[in-house]
């Protein structure tokens, strides 16, 4: 649930927070697409906008605790007279990661932000079952189609490439 790390994103308490809350908004757009076929696309249109917008506003902030991760090990790169040349380039991170912080939390305590929580909920107990012959489908049957179309997809990504089996990373 993209919702469990708000707190610790709202408190600014760790960037793994932040992390995991995209981690989970990607996750569940991508249930959402795999999930299209039995539910009305009317119906789930709002809350994938709703969910698109939420890992758009919360990208800059993400960026930048990467960028801020990063810097030391590209100071370290440097020869030892001029590491601190990079100094100021920190601070300036930090003062774009604050503003950009301040703006992801009036996000995020939004009326906007609301709707999409009440869509969320509303999608996890809808009030009337959908009436496309594929909401009878079974998850299972859903979850069948899908894989077998991305091992189709991967096999003639793997063959156009002429990549040798035993090369693909695991």
Known sequence: ???R???GVLDDLDAEFLKDMRVAVRRTRAALWALRP????RALRPLEAGLKWLGDVSTPVRDLDVYLQRLPVYQARLPAELQAALDPMGGLLRTLRAANQAALVRALTSPGFATIDALWAAFLTPEKP???PAARLL??????GRTAATYT?????V??????LGTLAA
């Not at 998850?139 to 069948?144: D, E, F, M, S």
């Not at 063959?159 to 040798?164: C, G, K, Q």
């Open 159 to 164: 063959r156009a490439s002429r990549t040798p």
């Open 153 to 157: 997809a991967l096999c003639a990504e």
């Open 130 to 132: 959908s009436k496309k």
């Open 1 to 3: 649930n993209f919702t």
């Open 38 to 41: 039995a539910w009305r696309r």
């Open 139 to 144: 998850i299972v049957q859903i979850a069948r």
């Open 5 to 7: 790390n708000l707190p």
